[in-house]
């Protein structure tokens, strides 16, 4: 009953802007950490930046200082703004959300994943 929706990818020069963003939707009883995965062609997923419930982040080397990860706890969303892109962070972006559901028979906690959204950096 749990869905992400990610928005906010698309098509942009080296050196440009995007803001990526996830909202979680349904019978939530609460959400602990959430973040960002990254899986280029003929790649393996790869971790971009996490944020637990209390703000703290966490970045992957390639992006820190480019990538800010953040959330907003009232609306279920986080938010990946990526500025200074680089075609190296070509890629279809994942949102994750650790999410206990309240359940008939007491509590559920696991993680959600988002459909992806593709980004895509031209030189």
Do not use: H
């Amino acid at each position: 009953q749990v869905q992400l929706m990610e928005s906010g990818g698309g098509l942009v020069q080296a050196g440009g802007s995007l803001r990526l963003s996830c909202a979680a939707s349904g019978s939530i009883f609460s959400i602990n950490a959430m973040g960002w995965y990254r899986q280029a062609p003929g790649k393996q997923r790869e971790l971009v930046a996490t944020i637990t419930s209390g703000g703290s982040t966490n970045y992957a080397d390639s992006v820190k200082g480019r990538f800010t990860i953040s959330r907003d706890n009232a609306k279920n969303t986080v938010y990946m703004q990526m500025n200074s892109l680089k075609p190296e962070d070509t890629a279809v972006y994942y949102c994750t959300q650790r999410i206990t559901t309240a359940q008939a028979m007491g509590v559920s906690t696991r993680s959600y994943w988002g459909q992806g959204t593709q980004v895509t950096v031209s030189s």
